[in-house]
């Protein structure tokens, strides 16, 4: 990768930020912002599909500010924006809509289980046309890599289909982009439910270790961890098929230490060992980082000043990618 190498992903205001999130894709974000032009968006729209209250998004915006900053990323070397302070994104997302096949839309996974989640309650059109907000935020940069966890690769497909489309409709406009995903933490499981991902949305928190978990909290939820019961010497091991929570374990362990699965079992015969290591592993790794986070939280106004210089740097590349969207669709200048 080099400096001409665009990546742009991006994260919801939604719920606390939660290991899944930081192996899956913050992590990534950070050692790849000074290699290449990094732009990180809070995509505070996006959450207003399931906003249905007055005063929440925009604390919850500056605190996921204070989050990014606290993992790490440098507003000097990465732009970090709030979306809405970017209008490009509503205006493309509407292009894009015009672009992409009910159908489509209709096979999300992530829509389908969304809907399921909200069976009763309001499901918001915005649900529906949610993957269209998020071409709109890829494609407005000329993004060459999305690093993402597994579960986003469906929308990143979907983004170059509509891309596809559009270039082949009106010629070629965008660049298709292409998810990166690490070796290790794609897609962190629930230590209570090693079939499910872990999630902000999970009911109870158990199984979901949240950045701002005190050590002794952390510690707690990997001790609970669901494993297996089966004993003797090669009771652990990689098998993610056979062994989900322990794989899972040996999973979060390799991403936050850098070594592999495999290597990792090598070291444990008991569960209640592995429990303990993968426990301590992810404190060192997430204890500064909440501690930075606090500290951060303390000026507002500093997060407020920051993201305004973001979105000023991502407007500069947006406003410029809508206008030859405009122009190949032939549209009369402004
Ligand atoms: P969001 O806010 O749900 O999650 C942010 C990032 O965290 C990753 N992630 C996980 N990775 C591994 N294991 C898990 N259990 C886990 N849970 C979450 C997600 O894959 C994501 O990378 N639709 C996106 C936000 C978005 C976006 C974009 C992303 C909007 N526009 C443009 C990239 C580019 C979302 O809801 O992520």
């Given at each position: 990768m080099s400096n001409s190498t665009r990546v742009l992903s991006c994260i919801q205001p939604t719920g606390d930020v939660h290991l899944g999130n930081y192996l899956g894709a913050l992590q990534n974000w950070v050692r790849g912002q000074h290699e290449c032009d990094a732009f990180h968006g809070i995509v505070d729209l996006h959450s207003l599909t399931v906003t249905e209250e007055p005063g929440i998004v925009g604390e919850t915006t500056l605190s996921l500010a204070a989050m990014l900053f606290a993992v790490g990323l440098d507003p000097d070397d990465a732009t970090v924006?709030?979306?809405?302070?970017?209008?490009e994104h509503s205006q493309l997302a509407w292009i894009m809509q015009c672009n992409v096949a009910y159908g489509e839309l209709s096979r999300m996974t992530q829509f389908k289980d969304k809907s399921v989640k909200r069976d009763g309650q309001f499901i918001s059109a915005g649900l529906f046309t949610y993957p269209t907000l998020m071409a709109a935020d890829i494609l407005l940069y000329d993004t060459n890599h999305v690093p993402v966890g597994n579960d986003q690769h469906q929308h990143i497909e979907i983004t170059r289909d509509i891309a596809i489309r559009f270039n082949r409709r009106f010629g070629e406009t965008f660049v298709l982009p292409e998810a990166v995903t690490p070796a290790a933490g794609a897609r962190v499981m629930s230590?209570?439910?090693?079939?499910?991902k872990m999630s902000?949305?999970?009911?109870?928190?158990?199984?979901c270790v949240y950045i701002v978990d005190e050590p002794a909290a952390v510690m707690k939820k990997f001790k609970r961890a669901v494993t297996d019961s089966d004993t003797g010497p090669d009771a652990v091991r990689y098998d993610r098929a056979a062994k989900p929570g322990v794989a899972n374990l040996l999973e979060i362990h390799a991403a936050v230490t850098g070594r592999t699965p495999e290597a990792v079992a090598?070291?444990?015969?008991?569960y209640g060992a592995l429990k303990v290591a993968t426990g301590e592993a992810v404190v060192a790794t997430l204890d500064p980082i909440r501690i930075r986070y606090i500290e951060l939280m303390d000026d507002r106004g500093e997060l407020a000043r920051l993201l305004r210089v973001g979105a000023e740097k991502a407007r500069a590349v947006a406003s410029v990618t809508l206008q030859r969207v405009h122009d190949a669709i032939g549209m009369v200048p402004a």
């Open positions: 924006f709030a979306q809405s302070h970017v209008a230590l209570q439910d090693p079939t499910s902000k949305s999970e009911d109870s928190g158990a199984g090598d070291d444990y015969e008991q």
